[in-house]
């Protein structure tokens, strides 16, 4: 099983459709959860971070994380064109190091497409 | 300039070529990252340098050899290549300290490399 599935897509909706991604993990020790947006040719760029699980609101984007089911979501609300994206999601965990840095392990990503 | 930044943006080397991939970050971060983003892959974590201490994914060949002579600049050094190598390598920063942790990281534009 891998640490982190992702549905790859694409998912394609119409302008203004509540869209939901999402995430489920296998790891435990998994502490901070973060979705990413990745335009072609980019690189990712940090949209929301969250730590315990419940709801975190940010404009039209809600990130929702349930540890006791390992899953994560992102809902995007009243989706735009510019939206179309890979969204990543990212969970992080200790590496052990005196400054306290952690590793990410990331999802594929999900192409998101919105249809004007 | 701003954020993190990677030069160059592509790059294109024979199997016996030996390259340099730069990184600088200009967010005064003190966590710097390699990451290689292959087509239908998650992130792959490469390397991570935190307050002069290094980690090392252990699934990445010899063939790839990091340095990090500050907090601000970080280099992947590349030589005798594989085709397979072709990917997007991105580079990231976070700030990490017990006061400030904040398991954050943000990313650099990547550099799309092709090996022939």
């Known amino acids: 099983q891998k640490e982190v599935e992702q549905d790859p897509g694409p998912l394609s909706v119409p302008e203004g459709a509540i869209v939901s991604l999402n995430c489920t993990y296998s790891?435990?020790?998994?502490?901070?959860f973060m979705w990413y947006r990745q335009y072609s040719r980019k690189g990712p760029e940090l949209l929301m971070y969250?730590?315990?699980?419940g709801n975190k609101e940010d404009g039209r984007f809600t990130a929702q994380v349930d540890k006791s089911s390992k899953y994560i979501s992102l809902f995007i609300r009243d989706s735009q064109p510019s939206d179309s994206a890979t969204y990543l999601c990212a969970m992080s965990a200790p590496l052990g190091l005196r400054g306290g840095a952690d590793g990410l392990t990331f999802g594929k990503g999900t192409h998101l497409i919105i249809q004007p | 300039e701003t954020g993190v930044t990677q030069t160059p943006r592509h790059l294109v080397m024979g199997m016996t070529n030996k390259k340099s991939l730069k990184c600088e970050q200009h967010l005064g971060h003190n966590a710097m990252y390699w990451y290689k983003q292959s087509a239908k892959k998650p992130l792959e974590l490469m390397f991570v340098?935190?307050?002069?201490?290094?980690?090392e994914n252990n699934s990445v060949p010899s063939r790839f050899s990091p340095e990090c002579p500050n907090s601000s600049h970080l280099f992947l050094h590349l030589h005798t290549l594989q085709p397979e190598d072709s990917a997007l390598y991105l580079c990231?920063?976070?700030?990490?300290?017990?006061?400030?942790?904040?398991?954050?990281?943000?990313f650099g534009p990547g550099t799309r490399l092709t090996v022939l």
């Open positions: 790891n435990s020790a998994f502490q901070y």
């Open positions: 969250t730590y315990s699980s």
């Open positions: 340098y935190s307050l002069e201490e290094r980690v």
């Open positions: 990231a920063s976070s700030q990490e300290g017990s006061s400030t942790r904040t398991d954050t990281q943000y």
